[in-house]
């Protein structure tokens, strides 16, 4: 934290490094300072406590994924983390990373030399959006796997910086701003993620929609979480989608829809549809838009399922 404070503007952190070098390499950062945080001890670790579960942001995504109370408690945590890009990948790069994940769009993630001959965009050393081509704002697309997964399931993240220590919850972590689409204030890291630990169960479900299934971004990610009673009535449901625009986004309306009803095909029907209506892709991946909003209410149907058992 003395060093993030020390070298201000000039100093990134940079965790496992596995999407902040490629985008170094394409001159998208140009820090004159990196700062490890893999290293420090504090950042480690994963257990259960006082109802948490508390995940350091230095854990590997293999080491979230593995972990037996993850996988014993939140099925679609394992699976998100264990979806992240491939092996290696997951080997190196961090959970803490993964929330704090740049986002990502066709004209950006691109070599300078690209970016040059097309002319620069918002993001990044232009004036023009090329996804929308007009207005002033960027619309490039959160793409990281877990915090879907972590916004349905209520997880909290403790942020340190020169202003102290708070915690915000993942749901209030994102703004819909595509240059900086957290709240993160300069110089501050993400230290721990906290996970309310389900009582007595919670079903999760998560699914990802990719151009290749070894290794790739989200084209769209549906992460869902229910409380289910006795009679496999729903108590609670939560759904959120990623991958479409500059935060995750929360499906709304499902509770009049499913709250003390049944899982059913009618219901999912119905929860799909409603989800196909309240989301609405740009141009700003690969894969078109028309198509990936299709693939909506297929992979929320596909998610709810996993919720049947
Ligand atoms: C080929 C390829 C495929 C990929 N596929 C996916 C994918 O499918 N899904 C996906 O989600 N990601 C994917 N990634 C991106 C990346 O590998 C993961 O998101 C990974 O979790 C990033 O973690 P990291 O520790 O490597 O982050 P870093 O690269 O170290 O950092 C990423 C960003 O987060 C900031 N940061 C890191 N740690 C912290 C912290 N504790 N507090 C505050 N800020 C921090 C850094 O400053 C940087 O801006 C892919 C990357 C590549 C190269
Ligand atoms: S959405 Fe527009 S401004 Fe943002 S990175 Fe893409 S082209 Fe650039």
Known sequence: MGLLAEFGETAIPVS??????????????????????????????????????????????TAVSLHPSVRLHFTALTDAAGHVAGPQLRN??????????????????????WRQALGFCLKKDGDVCHVTRVGKACVAAHSADTPPVLMTLGATLDISGPGGTRTVPVRDFFIADGIWNTRREPGEIVTRIRVPLPEPELRTGYVKLRQRQSIDFPLLTVAVAADVDPANRLRSLRGVVTGLGACPKELSGWEELAEGEVLT????????????????????????AEWRRAMVPVHVTRALRKLRH
């Open 16 to 61: 496992g490094g596995t999407d902040l070098i490629p985008n170094m390499k394409h001159r998208l950062f140009t820090p004159a300072n990196l700062v490890a945080l893999k290293g420090i001890g504090e950042l480690k670790g994963i257990r259960e406590e006082d109802g948490e579960l508390v995940i350091g942001a230095a854990e590997t995504l």
């Open 92 to 113: 190196s790069g961090t959970i803490g990373g993964n929330v704090c994940l740049d986002t990502r769009c066709t004209y950006y993630n691109q070599s300078h030399f």
């Open 265 to 288: 095909d009618e219901i999912i029907e119905g929860l799909a549809e409603r989800a196909f209506k309240q989301c609405h892709p740009l141009e700003n991946m690969i894969g078109d």
